[in-house]
């Protein structure tokens, strides 16, 4: 007997959360652009001052993720966001209660940067534990596509508004608002109830190195989750390396503006929104293992169209495409692998496992960056765009070889609706 779907949108419980999350997302979309502002427009900061302003706020993902992710194991998930999100709030109004006391300096601007960021990772780590145990286990996919859907409305108007304010409100203020996003998210948070275990205390007590060794050994030994990191990780990788010297080609080689290049790439980003509004149908009608493998199959004809295109505004349209498609799939296959994962990883051990995924996947965006530069010394920028879409090849060939594509997570109804 079929089990009544019934809609999200109808549990209270989980509409507060995500609309914590939403506004929560919308003001770290804003922040990237506000912080570099209020660097070199504020504190009139140099090209290296702003980039070590840049690379204190990188810092805490590659030193601070796995930590994270045992720490927030033994910790309940709820209680922990919303501290996370409280420390959040509070160093990034430092910002301008230092500017106010004309205090603010660069040396402050990195610290407030590390802090700020420190206190995402345990927010987000905790967030993606914390959704299985809000909703039942069946409309897992449906919750994740509608968290994605505020994350890309948030990625697409974030950068827009944040021009806007800090026109009006200059950058100092306009971190100080979008912190507010992190203290709404905090108090919508204790009115959010969960179904999460009170973190188990049995057992001999654990050092943190010991609990992080544990969580990647277990995702060595789960096929599953092992092959998504690796697929993650080399997605990540050549991805990281074509957008890295992508703005160089279009306004060098193509001459673009960059106006030009700012509207393509705005509007681009709706094919986030439309993966959010459509991965759960996709998923009912191809399955995980086929959706997994369609989605990373986009990306390198997608990327490579620009090789293509000559000056003007057809190229610039086709460009837009083909970004538009490519973000479209990027939303479905994270979605998608987010709800395999969670549903892969036992309770106790969700923090930890989320978090080995995003510190690999993480920490290789910047050494594809780097990759990506240095192959445009060597040969030039075309070339080097080119070894990096030809190189993204590899992701569906490993997608394919590997268990996933057997992988179906609908329930028996869908399949045979399906079939």
Known sequence: MAVRDTSLLTNRNFVT?????????????????ALSLVAVVSLHAS???????????????????????????????????????????????AVPVLWWTD????????????????????????????????????????????????????????????????????????????ALGSLFSAATLLRVRSSEPPPSRTGEPTTLRRDIVEGLHFVRRNVILRSLMVINAIDNFFLSWVQAVLVVYLVRVLLWSPESYGVVMGIAAVGGILGSLLVRRLHKSLGTGRLLFAAVAVGAPAESMVLFLSPGHVGQVLTCLAQMAAIFATVCYNVTSRTLRQRESPEGMRSRITAAHRW???????????????????????????????????????????????????????RRWAA
């Open 103 to 178: 205090l603010l300096s660069i040396a402050a601007l990195c610290v407030i940067g590390f802090v700020a960021t420190s206190c995402g990772i345990v927010s987000q780590v905790a967030h993606l534990s914390l959704t299985p145990y809000l909703i039942a286990d069946r409309q897992l996919i449906d919750a994740n596509s509608k968290l994605s859907l505020a994350d890309s409305v948030a990625t697409t108007s974030g950068p827009i508004f944040a021009g806007f304010l800090v026109g009006r409100l200059g950058a100092p203020f306009t971190v100080g608002l979008a």
């Open 47 to 93: 090209a290296m001052a702003a980039s070590i302003v840049s690379a204190a706020s990188m810092l805490p993902g590659m030193l601070l993720t796995l930590p994270v992710g045992a720490v927030v194991d033994r910790l309940p998930k709820r209680a922990a966001m919303m501290w996370a999100d409280l420390g959040q709030s509070m160093s990034l109004w």
């Open 360 to 414: 690999v996947g993480g920490g290789l965006r910047p050494v594809g960056a780097i990759c990506g530069g240095l192959s445009t010394t060597v040969f030039d920028v075309r070339t080097g765009i080119a070894i990096g879409c030809v190189s993204m090849v590899i992701t569906p060939v490993v997608a394919w070889l590997s268990p996933l594509r057997g992988t179906d997570l609908r329930e028996p109804e869908e």
């Open 17 to 33: 959360y995500w609309s914590g999350q939403a506004v929560a997302m919308a003001g770290s979309a804003v922040l990237p652009v």
